[in-house]
């Protein structure tokens, strides 16, 4: 195995994840093959491997700051590679590590437009540079100098003509198109008339209308990226909106493409503006607050918000500084509704009338035994699944398991493995049409290179009462192989209506979220590495009876304790050992005395894997303890 490492003279590092390194057995060469064929066999061999790696991003921890533009380079003939120079001297060769296929009409129809040509992206500092493609056989050093303005005359015939293409790095440019229409007239009625549409028109005497729209893109100060378009009549209820690939072309006969970013406002006006890592924006976004465990919130929202993110990082990669301020008001109401998976595919939500482009899914699974999300996953619109948002009827693309596997052998239930749960947060619209405003603020700052401090708040207006989280966090981070993560929450009111389905949406059981009452959630958890070999976790929740979020309506009136390690003995055998303790608190809720089963219980788990290369053995030892256990929780 093998991982890259770049340091720069600041002590600053990036790592790429750690690879396989690919082993081939030596093979006897055929005779006739000459030393010549045989290194440009290995010279392929090793293209094939750099162009693998070479098509994704595979930094594990990127602490070293980049500053510049992206180049972009789509070959149309077959390039082998680009030289790029600076004041005349060469800066590097890029070697180009695919070849090119013609596309044919069959291509465009089936869908299949890759050319195969590799497409480069070069990040550059601000200046001047000269790019020099090679296209010959021989290799750049065989072409001499290559001019700007070479002699087509001059060239054989079937001669490929390559010349420098001259790029400034740090240019500011603007784009803008607007328009404006205005009519003006003067209107004479008789009789009784029942306009369909409003409009001035239909009223005596004189009237005007009109219509403003602009359009604006570019980069200012080579730093600040603006993009803002302006659409006096539009008004419209959609927070995203997708584009259905069947209502356009697939190819325009050139590079367009069809583009909505700038449309992705409820109002007249689109604002963003980007620089660095950071970025200012009034029109729809999405809120997604999860870094924390209790204080955590995600919305689809209309309105202003502003991210800030230093460029200074700590030794692990994580900006030193993160600020997130947002701001909404609308008349949308929100919804959080909970599937239990049945195995197919069609789900109904609670609400109809979903406002399009607001649903947030994403699949957990979770502990049989505690409650506790083990994993989770976001789904993609169009690819994971399909929504009728005036039905509120949601089809996944595959059906959803109802259980998980589980690394266990023993269980308590007939059928072994942890519960799977569709989660969906949407907005809707609401029949009371009141002002619904929402506005918090999250911030992050290292101390130092160990040590980091949080904070959350939240507030929303709702019809009858306001609902406020506030949150506190510290994350202590020693080494790369340890975090000890330590958090304090409060809610007052309830957030959203939350509803639980066991049957795909055609019932749905209230989850107790809280009411007026103020509470509060705290805990601390921590994981570490020994040796590569040793793995420890541990950590410790109180969820108060009436905290109020939606990420913890599983664990809610409910204290938790734990500790799991586990031992590499070897490296074919594995030993696991796992203690879980949980306690209801005031009785606890509908949802948890189902899940608990009891006033207490306490799980024991004791397991060793031997992998035997085709045929892995487990034995394992289980022990669950049930204490003042009675027949309302059952």
């Given at each position: 195995a093998?991982?890259?490492?770049?340091?720069?003279?600041?002590g600053?590092e990036?790592?790429?994840?750690?690879?396989?390194?690919?082993?081939?057995?030596?093979?006897?060469k055929?005779?006739?093959?000459?030393?010549?064929?045989?290194?440009?066999?290995?010279?392929?061999?090793?293209?094939?491997?750099l162009?693998?790696?070479?098509?994704?991003?595979?930094?594990?921890?990127?602490?070293?700051?980049?500053?510049?533009?992206?180049?972009?380079?789509?070959?149309?003939?077959?390039?082998?590679?680009?030289?790029?120079?600076?004041?005349?001297?060469?800066?590097?060769?890029?070697?180009?590590?695919?070849?090119?296929?013609?596309?044919?009409?069959?291509?465009?129809?089936?869908?299949?437009?890759?050319s195969?040509?590799?497409v480069?992206?070069?990040?550059?500092?601000?200046?001047?540079?000269?790019?020099?493609?090679?296209?010959?056989?021989?290799?750049?050093?065989?072409?001499?100098?290559?001019?700007s303005?070479?002699?087509?005359?001059?060239?054989?015939?079937?001669?490929?003509?390559?010349?420098?293409?001259?790029?400034?790095?740090?240019?500011?440019?603007?784009?803008?198109?607007?328009?404006?229409?205005?009519?003006?007239?003067?209107?004479?009625?008789?009789?009784?008339?029942?306009?369909?549409?409003?409009?001035?028109?239909?009223?005596?005497?004189?009237?005007?209308?009109?219509?403003?729209?602009?359009?604006?893109?570019g980069?200012?100060?080579?730093?600040?990226?603006?993009?803002?378009?302006?659409?006096?009549?539009?008004?419209?209820?959609?927070?995203?909106?997708?584009?259905?690939?069947?209502?356009?072309?697939?190819?325009?006969?050139?590079?367009?493409?069809?583009?909505?970013?700038?449309?992705?406002?409820?109002?007249?006006?689109?604002?963003?503006?980007?620089w660095?890592?950071?970025?200012?924006?009034?029109?729809?976004?999405?809120?997604?607050?999860?870094?924390?465990?209790?204080?955590?919130?995600t919305?689809?929202?209309?309105?202003?918000?502003?991210?800030?993110?230093?460029?200074?990082?700590?030794?692990?990669?994580?900006?030193?500084?993160?600020?997130?301020?947002?701001?909404?008001?609308?008349?949308?109401?929100?919804?959080?509704?909970?599937?239990?998976?049945?195995?197919g595919?069609?789900?109904?939500?609670?609400?109809?009338?979903?406002?399009?482009?607001?649903?947030?899914?994403?699949?957990?699974?979770?502990?049989?035994?505690?409650?506790?999300?083990?994993s989770?996953?976001?789904?993609?619109?169009?690819?994971?699944?399909?929504i009728?948002?005036?039905?509120?009827?949601?089809?996944?693309?595959?059906?959803?398991?109802?259980?998980?596997?589980?690394?266990?052998?023993?269980?308590?239930?007939?059928?072994?493995?942890?519960?799977?749960?569709?989660?969906?947060?949407?907005?809707?619209?609401?029949?009371?049409?009141?002002?619904?405003?929402?506005?918090?603020?999250?911030?992050?700052?290292?101390?130092?290179?160990?040590?980091?401090?949080?904070?959350?708040?939240?507030?929303?207006?709702?019809?009858?009462?306001?609902?406020?989280?506030?949150?506190?966090?510290?994350?202590?981070?020693?080494?790369?192989?340890?975090?000890?993560?330590?958090?304090?929450?409060e809610?007052?009111?309830?957030?959203?209506?939350?509803?639980?389905?066991?049957?795909?949406?055609?019932?749905?059981?209230?989850?107790?979220?809280g009411?007026?009452?103020?509470?509060?959630?705290?805990?601390?958890?921590?994981?570490?590495?020994?040796?590569?070999?040793?793995?420890?976790?541990?950590?410790?929740?109180?969820?108060?009876?009436d905290?109020?979020?939606?990420?913890?309506?599983?664990?809610?009136?409910?204290?938790?304790?734990?500790?799991?390690?586990?031992?590499?003995?070897?490296?074919?055998?594995?030993?696991t050992?796992?203690?879980?303790?949980q306690?209801?608190?005031?009785?606890?809720?509908?949802?948890?005395?189902?899940?608990?089963?009891a006033?207490?219980?306490?799980?024991?788990?004791?397991?060793?894997?031997?992998?035997?290369?085709?045929?892995?053995?487990?034995?394992?030892?289980?022990?669950?303890?049930?204490?003042?256990?009675?027949?309302?929780?059952t």
């Amino acid at each position: 195995a093998f991982r890259v490492t770049v340091r720069d003279a600041g002590g600053r590092e990036d790592v790429t994840r750690t690879f396989d390194l690919p082993v081939r057995f030596l093979e006897e060469k055929p005779e006739d093959l000459s030393a010549e064929d045989e290194e440009k066999a290995l010279e392929e061999r090793r293209r094939i491997w750099l162009a693998s790696l070479s098509r994704e991003n595979t930094l594990e921890r990127q602490s070293i700051s980049v500053e510049g533009e992206t180049l972009r380079v789509t070959p149309q003939l077959p390039l082998n590679a680009l030289r790029l120079l600076r004041g005349g001297q060469t800066l590097v060769d890029v070697p180009v590590l695919a070849e090119q296929k013609e596309i044919t009409a069959d291509d465009v129809r089936q869908g299949e437009t890759d050319s195969g040509s590799e497409v480069l992206d070069l990040i550059l500092p601000r200046g001047d540079y000269a790019v020099v493609p090679d296209v010959s056989s021989e290799g750049l050093s065989a072409q001499g100098a290559v001019t700007s303005a070479p002699q087509i005359s001059s060239l054989p015939e079937g001669a490929v003509l390559a010349a420098t293409e001259h790029v400034k790095v740090g240019d500011d440019y603007l784009f803008f198109v607007g328009l404006t229409d205005i009519t003006a007239g003067y209107a004479m009625n008789s009789g009784h008339i029942e306009p369909l549409e409003r409009g001035d028109a239909f009223r005596d005497g004189f009237y005007v209308e009109n219509k403003t729209a602009f359009h604006v893109k570019g980069k200012i100060r080579g730093k600040y990226l603006i993009e803002a378009s302006y659409d006096s009549e539009r008004d419209k209820e959609k927070l995203f909106e997708g584009l259905d690939p069947d209502d356009y072309y697939p190819v325009y006969g050139d590079s367009s493409s069809v583009d909505a970013g700038s449309d992705n406002t409820q109002g007249p006006l689109y604002l963003l503006i980007e620089w660095d890592r950071s970025s200012l924006r009034w029109g729809n976004y999405s809120v997604a607050m999860t870094e924390t465990e209790f204080a955590q919130f995600t919305r689809t929202l209309y309105g202003a918000a502003g991210s800030y993110e230093s460029m200074a990082t700590t030794l692990y990669g994580e900006p030193r500084s993160k600020v997130f301020v947002f701001s909404s008001t609308t008349k949308q109401r929100a919804g959080h509704n909970e599937f239990l998976a049945t195995g197919g595919s069609l789900y109904y939500l609670k609400n109809k009338d979903v406002i399009e482009g607001s649903e947030a899914l994403k699949v957990e699974v979770r502990d049989n035994i505690t409650g506790l999300v083990v994993s989770s996953r976001t789904l993609e619109p169009s690819i994971d699944y399909e929504i009728d948002k005036d039905q509120g009827r949601i089809l996944l693309t595959q059906p959803l398991a109802a259980l998980a596997d589980t690394s266990t052998l023993i269980s308590n239930s007939v059928l072994n493995g942890n519960p799977v749960y569709l989660i969906v947060d949407y907005q809707y619209k609401g029949i009371d049409k009141y002002d619904q405003s929402t506005r918090g603020l999250r911030v992050s700052q290292a101390v130092n290179d160990y040590l980091r401090v949080g904070t959350t708040y939240v507030e929303e207006t709702l019809l009858d009462t306001d609902y406020v989280l506030k949150g506190t966090d510290v994350t202590l981070r020693p080494d790369k192989d340890t975090t000890i993560v330590a958090e304090y929450a409060e809610t007052s009111s309830e957030s959203v209506g939350s509803y639980l389905s066991t049957d795909g949406g055609l019932n749905f059981t209230q989850i107790q979220t809280g009411d007026a009452t103020t509470d509060r959630a705290y805990g601390i958890k921590g994981d570490t590495k020994i040796l590569d070999r040793v793995g420890l976790k541990a950590y410790y929740k109180w969820i108060g009876h009436d905290f109020s979020t939606a990420s913890t309506v599983s664990q809610q009136s409910k204290e938790l304790a734990g500790f799991e390690t586990t031992m590499d003995v070897t490296s074919a055998t594995r030993l696991t050992a796992r203690y879980d303790i949980q306690r209801l608190i005031q009785s606890g809720t509908d949802q948890v005395r189902m899940q608990v089963g009891a006033q207490e219980t306490r799980s024991t788990l004791l397991q060793v894997v031997h992998d035997l290369k085709r045929l892995k053995v487990s034995a394992e030892l289980k022990r669950n303890e049930v204490i003042q256990k009675d027949a309302a929780f059952t």
